[in-house]
């Protein structure tokens, strides 16, 4: 089992930037995939973006192409979700995950989560 605390969101204008961080604890940090999701109130949690456990491969939802980046640092066991150019659409409660060896695009894959952190954008 994986304990994930994400912090680093926040109110901010839209075309501002945000980094969102997630520690994880528990099992090895680099053994497996982590993946940024994000629930908007009234709507079904999504993908965001994905990044395997050596960090060589990433994988991105079409709506945040080219404004977010996912990383990790394996030394420091944590994943960071670094958003700009933000849009009102984003404004969501974003969660990372962990579990599948590979990234997925997928919810159920992901075995553990955080407790979610609130990203406001305001127009």
């Known amino acids: 089992q994986v304990q994930l605390v994400e912090s680093g969101g926040g109110l901010v204008q839209a075309g501002d930037s945000l980094r969102l961080s997630c520690a994880a604890s528990?099992?090895?940090?680099?053994?497996?995939?982590m993946g940024w999701f994000r629930q908007a109130p009234g709507k079904e949690r999504e993908f965001v973006a994905t990044?395997?456990?050596?960090?060589?491969?990433?994988t991105y939802a079409d709506s945040v192409k080219g404004r977010f980046t996912i990383s990790r640092d394996n030394a420091k066991n944590t994943v960071f979700l670094q958003m700009n150019f933000l849009k009102p659409e984003d404004t969501a409660v974003y969660y990372c995950?962990?579990?599948?060896?590979?990234?997925?695009?997928?919810?159920?894959?992901?075995?553990?989560w955080g407790q979610g952190t609130q990203v406001t954008v305001s127009s």
């Open positions: 990044i395997s456990g050596s960090a060589s491969r990433t």
């Open positions: 528990g099992r090895t940090f680099s053994t497996y995939a």
């Open positions: 995950a962990a579990g599948p060896k590979g990234p997925s695009i997928y919810a159920r894959e992901y075995a553990d």
